[in-house]
């Protein structure tokens, strides 16, 4: 989970990329189909962090299977709906609580707990958030400062083509001519 969890950390980290990893944030409820909402080219550079350090070492297609499947999974159980602390698991997997404190609106709390299924990366580079006495997670979540970001499938594929006029228009960037 190395790669993945430097692509993903870069995707919260570099606006070029936000733009598309963005579409992922934008929903205000967790679901378990959100696990699967994304702009395609966020998909590919999500996938290819993980498998590219995996390819690289040789691994035979098999692991591969195996490695995407269990993130598969795990990409539903972190995006369901339910709010439940996992104890001392929450230090081994990156669970649905852990995962709905990186959905949170409040950037301080969703550039955290990038790991795709182990919460291990996030742990040895100082990324790992689940504060004591608030295993509910957070209070509300997706891009809640964002306006008008398009929630509709095809609108939500436009963004990272349309992203200076979608943060001109939430007064992130000036107004063209001022």
Not at 107 to 112: D, G, Q, R, S
Request: aromatic share 16%; proline share 6%.
């Amino acid at each position: 989970e190395f790669g993945g969890y430097w692509i993903h950390r870069i995707q919260h980290e570099r606006d070029f990329f936000w733009r598309f990893h963005a579409v992922h944030h934008s929903p205000h409820r967790i679901y378990w189909l959100n696990a699967g909402r994304d702009h395609p080219l966020g998909m590919v550079l999500d996938y290819s962090g993980g498998a590219l350090l995996l390819i690289l070492c040789g691994a035979p297609a098999e692991p591969l299977v195996y490695f995407y499947v269990f993130e598969s999974v795990m990409g539903l159980i972190q995006h369901a709906n339910v709010r439940h602390n996992m104890g001392w698991m929450d230090y081994i997997f990156s669970s649905a609580v852990l995962h709905r404190w990186h959905h949170s609106d409040r950037i301080e709390e969703a550039n955290n707990n990038y790991g795709s299924s182990l919460i291990l990366w996030d742990l040895v580079f100082g990324t790992y958030y689940n504060p004591p006495g608030r295993d509910e997670g957070p209070e509300r979540i997706g891009l809640v400062s964002l306006q008008d970001f398009p929630q509709r499938f095809w609108g939500a594929w436009t963004v990272p083509f349309r992203w200076a006029a979608i943060k001109r228009a939430n007064g992130v960037l000036p107004s063209s001519g001022n």
